[in-house]
Every structure is written in C-alpha cells, then in structure tokens.
C-alpha cells in the first residue's frame, strides 16, 4: 500500500524489517518500478539503429587515486544520436561509476545504482565497502540479464578509492560483464566499441606513479586514439567546446575535473598530434 493509497501515512512495508538493499525492497513491492525488470515482447529484439548506445569508457590508476574518463558520442546505427552525453557519474562520494551500452536503461541503472547506496548507508549506519559497492552492481546487472540477451545489454566501470586496503588507501577498478561478472583489473581498463584502441593507447602509455595531469592526459590520448579507429567515439569537438568527461577520486573524494581544465589539456594534446598524428611513443 502506497503513501496516497493509506490517506497519506507510510504503508506496513516501510515498517518490516528486512534487506537494506533498496532495490530488493522495490523488487518486492513495487518491481515495474525496476527499469530492470521490464523485457521486450516474446519474438521481439532491440535493434542498433533503434536504441541510443554510448562508448567509450575507461580508468587507469594514479598517484593520488584513480582517473574515470569518457568520451560523449552516443549511436544508433550510423547516425550520431547525441554529442555530449555524460557516460561517468558519481556513485557516491568515493565512487563513480561510467557505462557503455544502452543508453536509456544505463542513465535509469545509474541513478538506480546511487539510491542503492545511499539506501544502504542510511539503514546500516555505515557506507558499504567498496567489494560490496561493486559486488551490489553486478548484482543489478544480473537483474537486467532478460534484457540483456535480447540486444539491451549495459557495461558498467566502476572506480573507486580504497582506503582500507591492505598497502594503504588506494584507487580501484572493477569490471563487468552483461551477465553481472566481476572483475577486478589492475592499473588500467576501458569498456565500449573503442575499448581494444584505448587499452592499447594505456597499455603504451600507463607508468605507475603518474600524477593528475599525467594520468588526465594519458586518459585523453586512450579516447582519441578510440575516437580515431572506432566511429562510435567521439573526440574532443573544439568548435562546439565539447569535450571528454575526465574525473578522479582520491583520499579528498570525487572530483570532477572542471571544463577549462580539461579544454586546455585537450587542446594540448590536440597540438601534440599536429606533429605525431599517431599519438606519442610509449615512456621509456
């Protein structure tokens, strides 16, 4: 029973006890709530050119934390359906989250995703770790599992920093796959069709103890070179002024880089090119 539905009080199911996972509790009272949850028509199959889907994302570990990254073109099909999505958002104040894939159910599953925690906290008393942050959405994702097979599949990244780990507070990145596995990788990662060209850049280009710009301009090569091989990704727009989403989280928490921060590191790394069109040689 909902608020309206009891002459405006709280309905019994706000008052039993039970999981503090708030989308447990919608998939017990309220499921068509859960973008998750609604499948296509028997026989029926999301096609590319029909739905909007955003690439590319990336992370790469730094001195101070972890770097989250992505570019803004959104598809269907052949056709640019938007030039300046947003495809990385804080979970909360030490974790963000980006995604790749459907854009409509990743936007819903994002802001699904940071309830979630904040859920969590409120009725624990405490944040949830960050293994149980990245455990949680590979849950959620395997609640999109009859969605994802039939073409409406979202790849999440998730980044965050780690206080707790063993050789000391620490950025952190997690994987997924569309069914909900889980992996942790180690220094760098990038989901998305430009994914392979970016994670070659980062495999050139990543040094353990890079500061922000370092990391930041590292990040932006990855996407150019996905946005130079990969049509779905886009590259820094310096007529329109748009630019990749460049993010970090350290000790301090999330922060996202503001806009003249990363304009001018992408006009410098756009000059770069002038004279090496194929992106800088690999650190000696």
Sequence with gaps: MTWNENGGRLGEEFFTPGSSSFTEFLAAHRPELLSTRRILPDGVRAAD????HGTTVLALTYRDGVLIA???????????AQRDLEKVH???????????????????????????????EKI???????????????????????????????????????PSAPEGGRGRIFSFDVVGGLYEKTDFHAEGSGSPYARGALKKLFRTGMDRREAALAALQALYDAADDDSATGGPDLHRRIYPIVSVITEDGFERLPEPETERLSREMVEQRRARPDGPNAAP
């Design 124 to 162: 624990e008393g405490t944040a949830m770790t960050l293994d149980g942050k990245a455990r949680r959405l590979a849950t959620m994702l395997r609640q999109n599992l009859g969605q994802a097979m039939q073409g409406l599949a979202v790849v999440p990244l998730l980044t965050g920093y780690d």
């Design 70 to 80: 992505g570019d803004r073109r959104a598809t269907m099909g052949n056709l640019i």
């Design 49 to 52: 050119d029909q739905v909007p």
């Design 90 to 120: 804080p979970a909360d104040d030490y974790t963000a989250v980006a995604f790749a894939g459907t854009v409509g159910l990743a936007v819903d599953m994002v802001k699904l995703y940071q309830v979630e925690l904040a859920h969590f």
